[in-house]
């Protein structure tokens, strides 16, 4: 028997309030104890508000059930995301009267706020946990489920991993997958060569180097791995490697075990809700159709199990592939439909095993349904149909 991820499924038996996700995320904070272990403790609550014109980012009756929950429990919560998605958190409908508890940027109003950790990994030597939530005694991660470019996904782990620490950490954690080489100049000095190189690229992925004009630079997070590009290139000179498409996964493991090791054991909840998932994050600053069918809530005190169970429920059925946009192509239909978009080097599944390897919890778990729609006897609807 694994862990338990306790889970609410977004279908309904009868057209009943108490029947919906909000009412199964009241379920689910109660299987977790939140009320019960939060009395004096500083909770911070790490939201995406998201950005701009996004809509798919969590809905403020689900977040305000959490800030009751940890008010009632004796808790002091207050509400944390990166500074400059803060900025229009008002604009999405993320105030305090409305969640009912501070929203303030995790590493202070000029993102200065923060405590190092060394911890040399490729390109990163140290990573700086934001202030506001390393000051905190007890952390609420609660996440929405949504494609990610450079991993193929976004949950708790990269909730954490990118939403707790400042700026400069963020932009460094996004360079790793450049820091293992992928090509090699002196394969390759014909111009013309490397322009044909570039322009086999449908996604934009490989452009000039700004620094150096011999120099090709890869977009990790606009590659699909498709290998057209792999087509034209002199051999020996470009690499599709996994080291580069998998380096953000392990930062992503690291960056979260930094962040949770400031916490005390059996001091930290999460949460994720999959509904209305993108293909990419929801800091991209607008709301696309679904790509994956609605999958539900999740909740536990293991991250790398709460992850890997949505994972596992979104695997259970395809892609939609009409609400995927355009510009956008699916070239392998094997694995997660996350990777099938964003490629196979782009497995989401990386995301639990880097997690689990460096200690943050277990793929293995036992799912929950606290409200199961099968165990719900049908009410008589109170009309007589037409026919």
């Known amino acids: 028997m694994g862990v338990k991820v306790f889970y609410g499924d977004p279908r309904q038996a009868r057209l009943e309030g108490n029947e919906t996700l909000p009412a199964k995320l009241d379920l689910i904070l109660d299987h977790l104890h939140l009320q019960d272990r939060v009395k004096g403790e500083l909770v911070a609550l790490k939201l995406h508000v998201g950005n701009k014109?996004?809509?798919?980012?969590?809905?403020?009756?689900?977040?305000?059930?959490?800030?009751k929950a940890i008010r009632d429990g004796g808790g002091k919560p207050f509400i944390v995301d990166v500074d400059?998605?803060?900025?229009?958190?008002?604009s999405r409908g993320y105030t305090a009267e409305v969640l009912g508890c501070p929203i303030v940027p995790n590493g202070g109003p000029s993102d200065k706020y923060f405590y190092a950790h060394e911890r040399p990994y490729k390109n990163i030597k140290e990573w700086n946990v934001a202030g506001m939530v390393e000051d905190a005694t007890f952390l609420v991660n609660f996440a929405h489920a949504k494609g990610h470019p450079t991993n193929a996904y976004g949950g708790a782990l990269k909730n954490i991993a990118?939403?707790?620490?400042?700026?400069?950490?963020?932009?460094?954690?996004?360079d790793s997958v450049l820091f293992?080489?992928?090509?090699?100049?002196?394969?390759?000095?014909?111009?013309?060569?490397?322009?044909?190189?570039?322009?086999?690229?449908?996604?934009?992925?490989?452009?000039?180097?700004?620094?150096?004009?011999?120099?090709?630079?890869?977009?990790?997070?606009?590659?699909?791995?498709?290998?057209?590009c792999l087509q034209v290139a002199p051999e020996g000179s470009l690499k599709i490697d996994p080291a580069n498409f998998h380096a953000f996964?392990?930062?992503?493991?690291?960056?979260?075990?930094?962040?949770?090791s400031t916490f005390e054991p059996g001091k930290a909840v999460h949460l994720v809700l999959a509904t209305h998932m993108t293909p990419v994050c929801d800091c991209f600053g607008f709301t696309s159709m679904p790509i994956m069918r609605d999958a539900g809530i999740f909740g536990s005190d293991d991250i790398v199990a709460v992850d890997q169970a949505v994972l596992d429920a979104t695997s259970k059925y395809p892609l939609i592939e009409e609400n995927v946009p355009t510009s956008m192509e699916i070239h392998t239909r094997v694995g997660h439909p996350l990777r099938w978009l964003h490629g196979p080097l782009k497995d989401p599944y990386k995301a639990t095993e880097y997690a689990e390897?460096?200690?943050l919890g277990t793929r293995d778990y036992e799912l929950v349904d606290v409200l199961p729609v099968e165990s719900i006897r049908p009410a008589p609807m109170g009309y007589i149909p037409a026919q």
């Open 162 to 174: 990118l939403g707790c620490m400042v700026g400069k950490t963020r932009s460094a954690m996004h």
């Open 357 to 359: 390897k460096v200690g």
């Open 180 to 228: 293992d080489p992928y090509w090699f100049k002196e394969k390759c000095r014909d111009e013309e060569t490397r322009q044909r190189i570039i322009a086999s690229c449908p996604h934009g992925a490989l452009v000039k180097d700004k620094y150096d004009p011999e120099e090709i630079h890869l977009h990790i997070d606009l590659c699909n791995q498709c290998g057209r």
């Open 249 to 260: 996964h392990e930062a992503v493991a690291i960056s979260t075990s930094i962040t949770m």
């Open 84 to 90: 400059w998605d803060m900025e229009g958190a008002v």
């Open 53 to 67: 014109i996004g809509y798919s980012t969590l809905h403020p009756v689900f977040i305000r059930k959490v800030v």
